[in-house]
């Protein structure tokens, strides 16, 4: 069983290391997911991804901005059921606005240089998750919920 540190060390190695995420958000009042490449802040409070705005995706969560963000370690081999985690971020999800967009981009593109010319066209919204909580799960069974917004400034692991 892990503790809460332990669990914010996982999540950390989480949201570093992988490059793929999926975002689900709500059509109609039904699950609509989406797989998108992220970059998480480095506190690790909101998630951000891109999308071109003519996306069901993007008219989704213009509508509702409640979503979830599922982040696993899957390799698909059968260890995956021993080692395995996953993390679900609940948050609200809006469209960075222009004025503060430069910092965030420049962050995603760190991670994701590949995707330069798709994150810089004008037709596409760089998004980010104001995460409220996380769900890590490993061994397929052992849960752990962080409350980001009771994380303090100094210590996020030991709230």
């Known amino acids: 069983m892990q503790s ?3 669990a914010y060390e996982t999540l950390k190695t989480l949201l570093t290391a ?3 995420a999926v975002v689900a958000t709500q059509m109609q009042g039904r699950p609509y997911t989406s797989l998108v490449a992220f970059a ?3 506190d ?6 891109c999308t071109t705005r003519a996306t069901t995706k993007y008219r989704n969560l213009s509508e509702e901005p409640n979503v979830s963000v599922l982040i696993d370690s899957r390799t698909h081999s059968v260890e995956d059921f021993a ?7 609940i948050g609200k999800a809006s469209e960075l606005p222009e004025s503060i967009v430069g910092p965030a ?4 593109l760190r991670k994701h240089p590949h995707l330069e010319v798709f994150v810089r066209s004008p037709s596409t919204a760089l998004c980010s ?3 409220e909580k ?3 799960v490993t061994r397929f069974q052992h849960v752990v919920e962080m409350d980001v917004t009771r994380w303090s400034s100094s210590s996020p692991s030991q709230t």
């Open 18 to 20: 992988q490059r793929l």
């Open 40 to 42: 998480a802040s480095e």
């Open 105 to 108: 981009i420049e962050r995603f």
């Open 44 to 49: 690790l409070r909101r998630i951000a991804f």
């Open 83 to 89: 080692t395995g985690a996953a993390v679900t971020a």
């Open 129 to 131: 998750v104001e995460v």
């Open 134 to 136: 996380y769900y890590l």
């Open 4 to 6: 809460k540190p332990e």
